[in-house]
């Protein structure tokens, strides 16, 4: 029970680590399941280079494998997204001036 608990964190870390690199915020659900994905596809990948080369070290082959494809899930999640997820956020960009009436309001000088 333990090692899956340790799993699963791990695999949560892998995740928050994927999605802070590419800059996309995803909920720890999200991001639980793009790693789960990463892993399977980065194994996968891990497995058939070393059929080719069984001299292949695997650890780190196996991390950077897996971290790749992670990042590639959690874009892809991130593109399947709701579109009005960001709305606020864009909607804050395209009016700047409400912006720079608050610094002006809380400006000191």
């Not at 340790?6 to 659900?29: C, E, K, P, Q, Y």
């Not at 399941?33 to 280079?49: D, E, K, N, P």
């Amino acid at each position: 029970m333990a090692r899956v608990l340790l799993f699963v964190i791990g695999l949560i870390a892998l995740g928050t680590l994927s999605s802070r690199l590419l800059g996309v915020r995803l909920s720890w659900r999200m991001r639980l399941f793009a790693s789960i994905l990463g892993f399977v596809l980065g194994g996968m990948l891990t497995g058939l280079l070393w059929s080719s080369n069984p001299d292949l070290s695997i650890p780190p082959v196996a991390a950077i494998n897996n971290l790749f494809f992670t990042m590639v899930m959690a874009g892809v999640l991130e593109m399947l997204a709701q579109p009005g997820r960001l709305a606020n956020v864009e909607r804050q960009l395209l009016r700047p001036a409400r912006g720079v009436a608050r610094a002006e309001e809380l400006a000191l000088f």
